[in-house]
Structure formats: structure tokens, C-alpha cells
């Protein structure tokens, strides 16, 4: 059973840094890319970033580009996410999720299996 567990998320004020977290089992970590996405409320889910298998190659959106990094441990079996300079629009439920092959993708439907989220508020 794959299992995706994230953590890191909280209250945080505009201008602070948070590191997310995201803990895989049950599939082989390496062999897949992993993506970062957020919903706030009464808005639909969005990308914020995507790292390949190796993590050699990310993709991260524009609107937290310069801002977020991913990253990946294999050895781990986690990937984060750091969020620098953070602002009140960066509040939602962040969801890590991992897709059946190794490149990187931006679209929700490319992704199997999803964690059950952390919630990131930003106060300004």
C-alpha cells in the first residue's frame, strides 16, 4: 500500500520560510517523479513544483518561482519542499504526490497516489 505522509506545515507571518515534507512507502521512491500542490479555499487544486527521479531535473510554477525549491533524499524516501518569503496568497493545503513514471509533470492527472495534505497559513 503506497502511503504519503506530509509535515511542516503551520502559521507562519509574510516574509517567513517553511520546509514541507513529504515521507513515501510502500513503492520504490527512486524510481519515481514526485510533484508539490496546493489548494486554497474555494479555488481548485494547482502545481507548485515537480522534480524527476533523480532530481536532476524541477519545474516549478511561476507564481512561487524564485521563491519555492524541491527536493528530493531517495536514500530517504522523502521530498521537501522550501518555501522562502511566503505570502498571504501561498496560504492552502499543500498535497505531495507521486506519479507512475520518472519525469516530471505539472498535471494533477499525471499523478496515482497523494497525501492527505498540510496546511500552510500565511498572516500578513
Known amino acids: 500500500q503506497v502511503q504519503l505522509v506530509e509535515s511542516g506545515g503551520g502559521l507562519v507571518q509574510a516574509g517567513d520560510s517553511l520546509r514541507l515534507s513529504c515521507a513515501v512507502s510502500?513503492?520504490?521512491?527512486?524510481?519515481?517523479?514526485m510533484g508539490w500542490f496546493r489548494q486554497a479555499p474555494g479555488k481548485e487544486r494547482e502545481f507548485v513544483a515537480t522534480?524527476?527521479?533523480?532530481?536532476?531535473?524541477?519545474y516549478t510554477a511561476d507564481s512561487v518561482k524564485g521563491r519555492f525549491t524541491i527536493s528530493r533524499d531517495n536514500a530517504k524516501s522523502t521530498v521537501y519542499l522550501q518555501m522562502n518569503s511566503l505570502k498571504p496568497e501561498d496560504t492552502a493545503v499543500y498535497y505531495c504526490?507521486?506519479?507512475?513514471?520518472?519525469?516530471?509533470?505539472?498535471?494533477?492527472?499525471?499523478?496515482?497516489?497523494w497525501g492527505q495534505g498540510t496546511q500552510v497559513t500565511v498572516s500578513s
Open positions: 504526490a507521486t506519479r507512475d513514471g520518472p519525469n516530471t509533470s505539472s498535471a494533477l492527472s499525471d499523478y496515482t497516489y
Open positions: 510502500g513503492r520504490t521512491f527512486r524510481n519515481y517523479a
Open positions: 522534480i524527476s527521479r533523480s532530481g536532476g531535473l524541477t
